[in-house]
């Protein structure tokens, strides 16, 4: 009856997870949520320490997220009765109207460690990450589809808006503290250092274009506003050749998150919930620079050419086409200023898991994956913090112990993007350990499509471990 009890409430759990509307943007691999082998397991809960090991120290290894409105089906068509391939604008400009973002995510794992003491445990763990997010406005693909017609007046077409372009390159230094309440219930905890050494945002810039109601002159206005921190700093020789090179190591650019995690495992079933990089983020206070319009009415009017003025002995005026492109360029003429300290925030995620274990070595389940990803929380003395948007996934997992040297995690998820379905993304995950000793995994996980070349999202883990002792398991 438990064992019926528990898989009921799963089946809700999972129903009540996949009709919940969001965005795709999944970090956390549902393969890694999964396993009970891999050290980095702690990383997506604190609470969490690989089964069978008392001391474990994590190589370097590498986990990459990327998520693509495009595949390479929907910006190549080939035509066989002319035996040719060729750029289907059409289906780009669709794709790109239903979901217009561009997202990768890069964490290396430089070195981590952990050490159980039986009624607790410690981690210690570094990384560098790299966020990118890259995102089409949905006015720009919509005059690019429509042109401007049925926008005059005050309705402006937006052809640039702040969340164009993001990109954040910072480390983490993590300290983590389990503790075994009893012999079902762990907590855990884990506090982090994160040093931020390049931002580069467009989180005030914006460009309009506004059509007269009698159609009789176009006017494109654009202003620029980019924060930008780096350690980078630009020097120029005797002959004006510019170049770059590191000012420090060490920014002053600090921040802290907290991990807060629960697990609660018996011999039939286990449940466990997370939530990761909870926080304020990231102080930006050194090298701080904002990039603006270099013109303070930086607008540009089109009236259409005057073909009398551009014409000159019959001839093509020069001088006049210059003039209309010297306009042009002048909308987008930049300048760097001082700017002031701000905070920005990283995605927060949350984790919900519950694992059933059929038999001695099979265990099968669910993995509830959310992030709340918000833009910039603070610039100077302003508070101004907004949710970005908010993304999730939701999947199925099965995990095959086989002895003590391998285990293997498959995985099918359900996720959503600006309320499109895509109902099958499998993942396969494998960790070979040697003699407890040596440990090599291999992940993907969130596959849209079987056939890479066409997958428009996946998540891939590679790296190494090495246990130093070992445990009888849970």
């Known amino acids: 009856m438990k064992r019926l009890t528990f898989l009921a409430t799963a089946i809700a759990l999972v129903a009540l997870m996949i009709w919940t509307p969001s965005e795709s943007q999944a970090q956390t691999s549902s393969i890694l949520y999964g396993s009970s082998r891999n050290p980095l397991m702690n990383s997506a809960n604190p609470a969490f320490f690989p089964s069978r090991s008392r001391v474990y120290l994590s190589l370097p290894g590498v986990n990459m997220n990327f998520v693509s409105p495009l595949a390479y089906n929907s910006i190549f068509q080939y035509d066989s009765t002319e035996g040719k391939t060729y750029i289907n604008a059409n289906s780009i400009l669709d794709t790109?109207?239903?979901?217009g973002a561009l997202r990768l995510g890069t964490n290396i794992h430089?070195?981590?460690?952990g050490i159980n003491f039986e009624?607790?445990?410690?981690?210690?763990?570094?990384q560098a990450k790299v966020d990118m997010s890259f995102a089409i406005?949905?006015?720009?693909?919509?005059?690019?589809?429509?042109?401007?017609?049925?926008?005059?007046?005050?309705d402006y077409i937006e052809l640039l808006d702040g969340?164009?372009?993001t990109t954040r390159v910072y480390g983490e230094a993590a300290l983590g503290f389990g503790m075994n309440i009893n012999e079902n219930l762990t907590i855990g905890a884990?506090?982090?250092?994160?040093?931020?050494?390049?931002d580069l945002s467009t989180a005030?810039?914006?460009?309009?274009?506004?059509?007269?109601e009698d159609y009789s002159a176009i006017t494109g206005v654009m202003d620029l506003n980019l924060n930008s921190t780096s350690v980078l700093e630009e020097t120029t020789d005797a002959e004006g050749n510019k170049s770059y090179k590191i000012k420090t190591f060490m920014p002053k650019n600090y921040g802290i998150n907290l991990d807060l995690g629960v697990h609660y495992h018996t011999d039939l079933f286990e449940v466990s919930a997370s939530i990761v990089d909870f926080g304020p983020g990231i102080h930006w206070t050194d090298n701080v620079h904002r990039i603006v319009s270099a013109r303070e009415d930086n607008s540009f009017t089109f009236s259409g050419i005057d073909v009398s003025t551009m014409m000159s002995g019959g001839r093509l005026d020069s001088a006049y086409a210059q003039t209309l492109i010297d306009s042009l360029k002048a909308l987008t003429e930049y300048k760097t200023i001082d700017g002031e300290d701000y905070w920005t925030a990283t995605p927060t995620k949350v984790n919900i898991g519950g694992m059933f274990h059929v038999s001695q070595g099979f265990s099968a389940g669910l993995h509830f994956h959310g992030e709340f990803d918000r833009g910039v929380t603070k610039m100077g003395d302003v508070f101004k913090t907004k949710t970005v948007g908010f993304y999730s996934n939701t999947s199925l997992l099965a995990r095959l112990n086989i002895q003590d040297w391998v285990e293997i995690v498959a995985s099918a998820s359900v996720i959503t993007n600006n309320g499109h379905w895509n109902w099958f993304n499998p993942g396969f995950g494998i960790t070979l350990t040697p003699l407890r000793t040596f440990?090599?995994?291999?992940f993907l996980d969130y596959i849209s499509n079987i056939y890479l070349i066409d997958a428009k999202q996946f998540n891939v883990s590679l790296g190494l471990n090495l246990f130093l002792g070992s445990s009888s398991a849970r």
């Open 163 to 165: 969340q164009l372009l």
């Open 439 to 442: 440990q090599v995994y291999a």
């Open 204 to 212: 005030g810039s914006s460009a309009r274009l506004y059509t007269a």
């Open 190 to 198: 884990r506090a982090k250092l994160l040093v931020g050494y390049f």
């Open 110 to 113: 430089a070195i981590g460690l």
């Open 96 to 99: 790109m109207a239903q979901n």
């Open 137 to 154: 406005p949905q006015g720009l693909v919509t005059f690019l589809n429509e042109g401007n017609y049925g926008h005059v007046g005050d």
């Open 119 to 126: 009624r607790f445990f410690i981690t210690f763990s570094t």
